[in-house]
Every structure is written in C-alpha cells, then in structure tokens.
C-alpha cells in the first residue's frame, strides 16, 4: 500500500519558538494532504486541506495564520506551529490522498507528537 | 450526537475471542473507514467500504447502507490485535468524519 512518513515523529521545544513538521508521500503523488490534530484520547480532528500548488482550506476556528501549511510539491507537505505554547502540545497527524486514486482514499502518517514547555 | 458512535469504548477479551466492534452513522456517505491506531499514534487503514463485506486475513467489515451501520470483526484474537480501533464516514466529501474510537485489550 501506499506510504506516508512524517518527520519528526517527536519533537519538544520551549514556548515561543516555531516548530516545522513534514509529511511525505514516498511512493505515489498526493495531490491532497489533510492534517489532523489529536488530543489524548479524543478522535481526529481535521485542522485544514491542502491540495498541492495552492492555498490551505482551514476548518472552523483553526488559525491560519498560527498553523502554516505548505503544500509546494506533489510529495510534501509541511505544517508550521508558528509561536509555540503549551497548547499547542498535541498529536498531530497527516493522510494523503494520490491523484486517480478514490475520492474517500486517504492513507495516513505515522504521527508527530509534539510538546511545548 | 455525534455524527458516528462506536460501541463498545472499551473491550477486554481474552486472546482467541472473537471480536467485534460497532460503527453507527446518522448521515449519508459515500463510504466508510475503518482504522487502527497502536500506542504510540500511528494510524493505519484497515478497510474502506461502501457495501457488504470485505476481508483481510483475520479481520472482517461488513456494512449495512441502509441501517447506516458497520462491524469490525476480529477472528482469533492475538494480543498484538490491541489497539484504537476508530470508525471514519466520507459524508458525500472528501472529509472524514471519525468516531471516538473503540479501545481494544486482548489479554494473553
């Protein structure tokens, strides 16, 4: 099946400062890719959609401007925590859907666990 | 109420049960996921479907359209089986919409 990495998988930075994490689809093109956020033991919840080339759609009350999202080629996308702060210490995962493949096809990321002192 | 509900939240079995979980939805779709997600966060897609059954190894989803609902069986449970087991529904778009996710622990 397809596959989907995530770099890094965990990362710890003090308040105030910006964190980059990366989300590859290795073996096919994603023409879109979705990123999630996870509280502990709560479901998914969808933060944006990007689809490559063009601007981040963002879901209600997500801050585009706090949560960059870049989705420059048909194989990587990168999330920005710009400004860091406790709050945003979170679980933060992303799919990626190929082109042709099913609309409702989405194939997952393992995850970056990403705390804030 | 949530647009998808799973039952049970938590479910202890002993290895080589018979498992099953599930997936209830209140809005139409156009097919529904099911997931796993292992301590530590990971998430992989077990199925997607959009009518009857489908099969992989010992897993099994079925799917009933008209009662919006959905089972994950597990056959011959295995305590690496244990788990987050979360249902997703595509409501007609490309979003997913995803339960709270059902808490499995096979016991050795």
């Known amino acids: 099946g397809a596959v989907v990495s995530q770099h890094p998988s965990r990362v710890i930075c003090k308040s105030g400062t910006s964190v980059k994490i990366e989300c590859r689809s290795l073996d096919f093109q994603a023409t879109t890719m979705f990123w999630y956020r996870q509280f502990p033991k709560k479901s998914l919840m969808l933060m944006a959609t990007?689809?490559?080339?063009?601007?981040?759609?963002?879901e209600q009350g997500v801050e585009k401007d706090k949560f960059l999202i870049n989705h420059a080629s048909l194989t990587l996308s990168t999330l920005t925590v710009t400004s860091a702060h406790p709050e945003d210490s979170s679980f933060y995962i992303c799919s990626a859907r190929g082109a042709g493949g099913p609309v409702n096809e989405q194939f997952f990321g393992p995850g970056t666990r990403l705390t804030v002192l | 109420k949530n647009e998808v509900e799973q039952s049970p939240q938590n479910l202890t079995a002993q290895e080589g049960e018979f498992i099953t979980i599930n997936c209830s939805y209140s809005v139409g779709i156009s097919a529904l996921h099911w997931l796993q997600q292992h301590p530590g966060g990971g998430i992989v897609s077990l199925f997607m479907?959009?009518?009857g059954k489908k099969k992989h190894g010992r897993l099994i989803a079925t799917i009933n359209i008209q009662e919006k609902h959905s089972s994950l069986h597990i056959t011959a449970s295995h305590p690496r089986d244990s788990a987050v087991y979360i249902c997703a529904v595509s409501p007609r778009r490309e979003k997913l919409t995803f339960g709270t996710g059902t808490r499995l622990t096979i016991i050795p």
């Open positions: 479907l959009s009518s």
């Open positions: 990007s689809n490559e080339g063009s601007k981040a759609t963002y």
